[in-house]
């Protein structure tokens, strides 16, 4: 964590010093006062996606998966996570338990669309008062659905049961997408609230597990059993 924390420092130095004031100016034609605010909002969100980028180019994605997959296994859906990597039952902990994968080692894939939807939606930010607020919330209805991609992978789902799950937990999540993106506004502290957002991700899976379980009386059924109902 600590060369990602000086990374984000110094991104952040440096987008703050050079960047800033021109946005702040440039804003100022549509926001008014509210441009300072405004601006900072933008700075920080350029200043998240750079870092995110740079982080994600080396190690972010298996890290993510780590995560994932070990509190899955802390909150009792071991059976699942099976589905995807080799276990050690023997190993004290649920990170050491952790072997190879079976499945791709990806935790959010790359999606073109997203990337352009983000910038098609980056002029939002010049709409006064109501503009950051809708970009967050559109921004964060696409990226949700991406923090259970490895879920879905465990479930073998078809790209249409995919969407079935997605639709019946359309609120929910652009609710987590939109705070996930918020979080990653907090300067220096992106990073870590990236991973934590993994973890959190998964907890949500456990709950939906769970509830799976009190559905079909049994902890983990084989994903051609799934039907869209269940998912």
């Known amino acids: 964590m600590t060369p990602v ?4 420092f110094f991104m952040y130095a440096m987008l703050f010093t050079f960047a800033y004031l021109p946005q702040v100016a440039f804003l100022a ?4 006062p509210a441009a300072w605010f405004n601006a900072a909002i933008l700075t920080l969100g350029e200043g998240a996606a750079i870092v995110a980028l740079l982080f994600e180019a080396f190690f ?5 998966v780590d995560i994932f997959d070990a509190v899955l296994i802390d909150g009792g859906c071991e059976e699942l996570v099976q589905r995807g990597r080799i276990l050690d039952d023997s190993a004290p902990n649920s990170v050491k338990m952790l072997g190879a994968t079976t499945i791709p080692k990806v935790y959010s894939p790359f999606s073109l669309r997203q990337i352009v939807e983000f910038v098609v939606l980056l002029p939002l930010n010049l709409v006064p008062y109501v503009g950051v607020p809708l970009f967050l919330i559109l921004t964060g209805y696409r990226a949700g659905p991406f923090h259970h991609w490895r879920y879905f992978k465990f479930l073998d789902l078809t790209k249409q049961e ?4 997605i639709k019946r937990r359309k609120l929910k999540y652009t609710w987590f997408g939109t705070s996930h ?5 907090i300067p220096g ?8 957002s993994a973890a959190g991700s998964a907890l949500w899976v456990v709950k939906l597990e769970k509830e799976r379980t009190m559905q079909v009386g049994a902890t983990i059924r084989p994903s051609n059993q799934y039907t869209d109902e269940q998912v």
Not at 181 to 185: A, D, I, K, S
């Open 60 to 64: 972010v994605d298996e890290t993510l």
């Open 5 to 8: 924390l000086l990374l984000s």
């Open 29 to 32: 034609i549509f926001h008014g």
């Open 181 to 185: 993106l918020l979080l990653q506004l």
């Open 162 to 165: 995919r969407k079935t799950a």
């Open 189 to 196: 502290l992106s990073m870590l609230f990236l991973l934590t």
